[in-house]
C-alpha cells in the first residue's frame, strides 16, 4: 500500500472511530490529529511529544478530558508492543503535565478492530500491566522515579475497546444524536 493509501486508510477509520464513540452519547472528540495536531499533542517527561489520533472529553457529569488512539488492524499485528508504547505514554504525560501544569485527569483509550495479546487480555489495563510497560520504556520517565500513586491514578483512566467495522452501522447518526443530548441533558 503506497503512502497516501495508508494515510487515508488511517484518516477514515480515526472518522469512523469517533462517529462510534460520538454515538455512546458521553463524549464528544472535538479534534483529530489529521485537522488539529496541536490539540491532540501531548508532552512527554523526557521531552518527546506523543500525538494521540483524537482528543475531546467526556460530558455529562464527569466531563473529563480524553485522548484516542485508534488501530485498524486485521490481525493482532504490533498491536502488543504498540500498546506497551500507549500506557508507558499515557503515564509519561500525565506525569509530566501534573509536573508544569496540574492533573486534568485525562483519560486514554485504545480502540481497536482486532483483539491482540489475548493471554494477557483480562490484564491489559492494570497497574501491573502500566508498571510493566513504563518498566520496558524507561526513556519515557526522563530521568524520573515511577511514583505508585500516579499509577494507580493512570491505570484507573485506562480503556481499551474493540470495535468491529460494521458498528457505525448500527450507531446513532449525528442527527438522532443532536435530538437525544436536549432529552439526555448533555451538551457537546
Same mark, same amino acid.
Not at 48 to 69: C, H, M, N, S
Given at each position: 500500500?503506497?503512502?497516501?493509501?495508508?494515510q487515508e486508510?488511517?484518516r477514515?477509520?480515526?472518522?469512523e472511530?469517533k462517529?462510534?464513540?460520538?454515538a455512546?452519547?458521553?463524549?464528544?472528540m472535538?479534534?483529530d490529529?489529521?485537522e488539529?495536531?496541536?490539540?491532540?499533542t501531548r508532552?512527554?517527561l523526557?521531552? *518527546?511529544l506523543?500525538?494521540?489520533? !483524537?482528543? @475531546?472529553?467526556f +460530558?455529562? %457529569?464527569?466531563?473529563r478530558?480524553? &485522548?484516542? $488512539?485508534a488501530?485498524?488492524?486485521?490481525?493482532?499485528?504490533?498491536?502488543?508492543?504498540?500498546y506497551?508504547?500507549?500506557?508507558?505514554?499515557?503515564?509519561?504525560?500525565?506525569?509530566?503535565?501534573?509536573?508544569e501544569?496540574?492533573?486534568?485527569?485525562?483519560?486514554?483509550?485504545w480502540v481497536?478492530?482486532?483483539?491482540f495479546?489475548?493471554?494477557?487480555?483480562p490484564?491489559l489495563?492494570?497497574r501491573?500491566m502500566l508498571?510493566?510497560a513504563? *518498566?520496558?520504556?524507561p526513556?519515557? !520517565?526522563g @530521568?524520573?522515579? +515511577?511514583d %505508585?500513586?500516579?499509577?494507580?491514578a &493512570?491505570? $484507573?483512566?485506562l480503556?481499551?475497546?474493540?470495535?468491529h467495522?460494521?458498528?457505525?452501522?448500527?450507531?446513532l447518526t449525528?442527527?438522532?444524536?443532536?435530538?437525544?443530548?436536549q432529552?439526555l441533558g448533555r451538551?457537546?
Amino acid at each position: 500500500m503506497v503512502a497516501e493509501e495508508t494515510q487515508e486508510k488511517g484518516r477514515r477509520g480515526v472518522a469512523e472511530v469517533k462517529t462510534w464513540l460520538e454515538a455512546t452519547t458521553h463524549l464528544s472528540m472535538s479534534w483529530d490529529a489529521y485537522e488539529f495536531p496541536v490539540q491532540c499533542t501531548r508532552k512527554r517527561l523526557d521531552g *518527546e511529544l506523543k500525538r494521540y489520533d !483524537l482528543a @475531546g472529553k467526556f +460530558i455529562g %457529569e464527569k466531563k473529563r478530558p480524553v &485522548v484516542v $488512539e485508534a488501530k485498524s488492524y486485521e490481525t493482532p499485528g504490533h498491536q502488543g508492543s504498540a500498546y506497551q508504547e500507549f500506557l508507558a505514554n499515557a503515564y509519561s504525560t500525565t506525569a509530566y503535565e501534573i509536573a508544569e501544569i496540574g492533573d486534568s485527569k485525562t483519560e486514554f483509550i485504545w480502540v481497536t478492530t482486532h483483539p491482540f495479546s489475548l493471554n494477557k487480555w483480562p490484564n491489559l489495563t492494570s497497574r501491573s500491566m502500566l508498571k510493566s510497560a513504563i *518498566e520496558a520504556l524507561p526513556e519515557c !520517565l526522563g @530521568g524520573e522515579s +515511577i511514583d %505508585e500513586d500516579l499509577l494507580t491514578a &493512570v491505570a $484507573e483512566r485506562l480503556w481499551l475497546l474493540v470495535r468491529h467495522e460494521r458498528q457505525n452501522e448500527i450507531s446513532l447518526t449525528n442527527l438522532e444524536l443532536m435530538s437525544i443530548y436536549q432529552h439526555l441533558g448533555r451538551h457537546p
